[in-house]
T-cell receptor
Framework: SAVISQKPSRDICQRGTSLTIQCQVDSQVTMMFWYRQQPGQSLTLIATANQGSEATYESGFVIDKFPISRPNLTFSTLTVSNMSPEDSSIYLC???????????FGQGTRLTVV | DQQVKQNSPSLSVQEGRISILNCDYTNSMFDYFLWYKKYPAEGPTFLISISSIKDKNEDGRFTVFLNKSAKHLSLHIVPSQPGDSAVYFCAARTINAGNNRKLIWGLGTSLAVNP
């Protein structure tokens, strides 16, 4: 199993500012995933973060808006840049178990942009 | 367009009875289906999965049934316990570009098990 610590757990931010969310895993993992869950919506994959290479973004998400760092095999950050109220969501990081399926999630970051 | 649908936003059952959570999908290219459980202020927790080549998978009180012809799966919890009260997400796995697997999620069903 893997234990994932995600910080901050919640924040209220002013529009136009940026917030960096941290995700720390207690074991080395190759791939980490960042999700967003907007109010009343399902979880949506933002990007896949691989150590030592650029993150792979899903359709509708761009690096300028959601830059990701992956400096080592246990840590990743997601930045929500130039925030607007539409960015108010829960952001989650996740890692896969050996079976190629997201099995472990952080507790999420509840972001409110005012 | 929602490819994975959980049409019931909420479900309430009595302790000891069966809870049945339903999920429908529209894409035949999914190879695995998964159920996750989520408590408030926590991330989703993997519960049980089923391969698209099977029709049933059981793990203790939890059983998932898959009906491929109907593109429908269900999660049965027997007997239901108050600690099962949570939001349950159905997710389907597809192969993304570059052979990466990707999960498509439903909106979730909030289960309340009443003592």
């Amino acid at each position: 199993s893997a234990v994932i610590s995600q910080k901050p757990s919640r924040d209220i931010c002013q529009r136009g500012t940026s917030l960096t969310i941290q995700c720390q895993v207690d074991s080395q993992v190759t791939m980490m995933f960042w999700y967003r869950q907007q109010p009343g919506q399902s979880l949506t994959l933002i990007a896949t973060a691989n150590q030592g290479s650029e993150a792979t973004y899903e359709s509708g998400f761009v690096i300028d808006k959601f830059p990701i760092s992956r400096p080592n095999l246990t840590f990743s950050t997601l930045t929500v840049s130039n925030m607007s109220p539409e960015d108010s969501s829960i952001y989650l990081c996740s890692v896969r178990a050996g079976g190629n399926t997201e099995a472990f999630f952080g507790q999420g970051t509840r972001l409110t942009v005012v | 367009d929602q490819q994975v649908k959980q049409n019931s936003p909420s479900l309430s059952v009595q302790e000891g009875r069966i809870s049945i959570l339903n999920c429908d999908y529209t894409n035949s290219m999914f190879d695995y289906f998964l159920w996750y459980k989520k408590y408030p202020a926590e991330g989703p927790t993997f519960l049980i999965s089923i391969s698209s080549i099977k029709d049933k998978n059981e793990d203790g009180r939890f059983t998932v049934f898959l009906n491929k012809s109907a593109k429908h799966l269900s999660l049965h919890i027997v007997p239901s316990q108050p600690g099962d009260s949570a939001v349950y997400f159905c997710a389907a796995r597809t192969i993304n570009a570059g052979n990466n697997r990707k999960l498509i999620w439903g909106l979730g069903t909030s289960l309340a098990v009443n003592p």
